[in-house]
């Protein structure tokens, strides 16, 4: 955008000139059929000029594209073409390739103009997240705590969008997560064998299940005054089948789980801190069987499973030991008692059951929950937008807001245009690929070409 860093902006004199002032317009329009600027790997700087400056100049679209590779050193994800840094303009741009400083030019730039219509943040994933093993690794959870962070009461989430126009989102931020399609599919659901749960007096919840293939998963939350269930922490914690798990009203537990390659059962110990965090100790085996159970009960714990050899079931006796992390077991014997209902947890008038189905377009191990008075899938907070490309499966289109493609697909962008959607067109470079309608957000790597201004003038787009 050079050439408009050092003249009026070519979009403010077209907008002059047919009456339009370059700031907010007279007359409103529903936010999805409104057009607005947007540029094509933001961060590049060159002829887009730094992202102050772009914002400047109108665009309500910014891309930045996001590695999680050295996640673990930064505590933060890097912004970058092919890796962090790679084709990063830092001119005017923050002078790291951490996502944290982007994010703060484009929340600084909306604090200070509170009457700009909406902008689109969209991440666009170059790295599998779903291979996070946790909140401490750059999971989803991690992101979305950073989005939140960075743009606090701006931010729009999906749940708050209701049809609006753009004028009633003027200062608004929304997120948009693009690139990696199974990143972008486990945002919208997460898939899991053998759910279990449990609940203690204080609303806290633990779930936990395995992968099908070995690896045993946990998700924590608060059950909410009105019976919903607000998701916190995802992680992996060990490897094995069927886990089951207890809770008490500190925080503690105690989980137990088979082995997947054979009939050993083993406990973990773990304690849930008030952000959702699991701090585990290490696994322990303590018999041979299969089905574990566990639950907290007035002296201690009890733990029943199955044999391996036939139907009988067995208990064992525990005492926690929360200094050491372990538990004591004692009391080893058949029992005519049924296993416990791992699937279900009950305190009060409150209920936590777990299961897996299909639903709608997601497959059949989909998890959910379902509370005395509520039910959903188990899942990240929708903080951001998830975006339907041309060739994405049925998971991301269901409900899906914004929809992208190449420029020269047109005939995607006007379908999904004349459906109701929000859609990108990326590598908008060139006047012969306007469409009619057009996409709602052109993103070009021109944004300063009088081809590209007289487009947007033409299609009487937005700041």
Known sequence: MARSLVRTSVVAIIACAVGLSPGP?????????????????????GERGSITSQLDHGV?????????????????????HNSPGDEVDHNGNPASNLLHDWLATVATWSAAHPAAAPIVVMLDLKDDLTDNPSYAAGNLTALNHELEAAFGTRLLRPADYAGQSVDALRGKVLTLLSGNGSTRTEYRRDVG???????NGHGQVVEVHDSGGGALWYWTGTYQANGTISWQRHGKYDSG???????????????VHK??????????????????????????????????????????LREIHQSQSNSQNWQWLGTLNTAAGTVSWTGNAKTSDP?????????????????????????????????????????????????FQAGDNAQLQEDALFYGSTASNKSFIVAARNSGHLVRGWDFDSADLATQPLANYPATNSPSADWYQTMLSEAGAVQ
């Open 25 to 45: 317009v007279a007359a409103d329009v529903p936010f999805t059929q409104a057009v607005f600027a947007a540029t094509h790997n933001s961060y590049s700087g």
């Open 60 to 80: 309500r679209f910014i891309e930045f594209d996001v590695h999680d590779n050295d996640y673990a050193t930064n505590h933060d994800y890097g912004i970058g």
């Open 193 to 199: 064998y053998n759910p279990a749960v449990a609940l």
């Open 241 to 255: 089948v069927t886990p089951a798990v207890a809770l008490n009203d500190d925080g503690w537990l105690v989980e």
């Open 259 to 300: 082995s997947q390659s054979s009939s050993t059962i083993w406990y973990h110990v773990g304690h849930l801190a008030a952000d959702g965090e699991i701090s585990w100790s290490p696994s322990h085996q303590y018999d041979n069987g299969v089905l574990p159970t566990v639950a907290f009960t007035g002296s201690g």
């Open 339 to 387: 296993r416990f209902d791992k699937s279900t947890s009950v305190r009060g008038s409150a209920r936590v059951t777990v299961s897996t189905s299909a639903d709608g377009p997601m497959p059949a191990q989909t998890l959910h929950w379902t509370t005395d008075r509520a039910s959903g899938r188990i899942r990240y907070q929708q903080t951001a937008f998830d975006e």
